[in-house]
T-cell receptor, first 113, second 115 residues
Framework: AQSVSQHNHHVILSEAASLELGCNYSYGGTVNLFWYVQYPGQHLQLLLKYFSGDPLVKGIKGFEAEFIKSKFSFNLRKPSVQWSDTAEYFCAASDTGRRALTFGSGTRLQVQP | DTGVSQNPRHKITKRGQNVTFRCDPISEHNRLYWYRQTLGQGPEFLTYFQNEAQLEKSRLLSDRFSAERPKGSFSTLEIQRTEQGDSAMYLC?????????????FGPGTRLTVL
């Protein structure tokens, strides 16, 4: 079955620290990958997406993610976090034959000033 | 505001009652999705429309759940004979068939509490 795993459930960082959130997927065919963010009191917003081409994708607010096919991973990174990055981050995947997104359980990021 | 809108934002009901939620997608989007999110989990897919056709339904969508999109614009999700296990955030998303990669834009959700 298709699944997405996020192993870090809660991450606490100080401002200016580097961030890496793990995401692994289990899909049989070609996969589309996404990172969504949910700031406190707001709805889900797309940070970045990967469909094909360059495995290193850049998103909004200085975030980037790298697709490593051999590891079935799509980890999210940011070199220096800010207090305003405090939010919940969701990795999601879909295959090219279906429209449904499969989400991971989310990682709550808390950035301390 | 041209984003996805959902009404009501909160709904409290007693077990056994029927509830209906509405989703208005972004105006030019012809795909519409419903998801359910419980505390501590990511959203789970329920169903998907392309225009007025319901093209996919999850096994999570029991026969107490029904969704419609009669004119290919707004959509409704009805839950009959609600159960406490139905308490969750119900999310709607929309996307355009013309957009590459089918990026889905989410609404603020309707939080359902079943007492």
């Amino acid at each position: 079955a298709q699944s997405v795993s996020q192993h870090n459930h809660h991450v606490i960082l100080s401002e200016a620290a580097s961030l890496e959130l793990g995401c692994n997927y289990s899909y049989g065919g070609t996969v589309n990958l996404f990172w969504y963010v949910q700031y406190p009191g707001q709805h889900l917003q797309l940070l970045l997406k990967y469909f094909s081409g360059d495995p290193l994708v850049k998103g909004i607010k200085g975030f980037e993610a790298e697709f490593i096919k051999s590891k079935f991973s799509f980890n999210l990174r940011k070199p220096s976090v800010q207090w305003s990055d405090t939010a919940e981050y969701f990795c999601a995947a879909s295959d090219t034959g279906r429209r449904a997104l499969t989400f991971g359980s989310g990682t709550r990021l808390q950035v301390q000033p | 505001d041209t984003g996805v809108s959902q009404n009501p934002r909160h709904k409290i009901t007693k077990r056994g009652q029927n509830v209906t939620f509405r989703c208005d997608p972004i105006s030019e989007h012809n795909r519409l999705y419903w998801y359910r999110q419980t505390l501590g989990q990511g959203p789970e897919f329920l169903t998907y429309f392309q225009n007025e056709a319901q093209l996919e339904k999850s096994r999570l969508l029991s026969d107490r759940f029904s969704a419609e999109r009669p004119k290919g614009s707004f959509s409704t999700l009805e839950i009959q004979r609600t159960e406490q296990g139905d308490s969750a955030m119900y999310l709607c998303a929309s996307s355009s068939i013309l957009a590459s990669g089918d990026e889905q834009f989410f609404g603020p959700g309707t939080r359902l509490t079943v007492l």
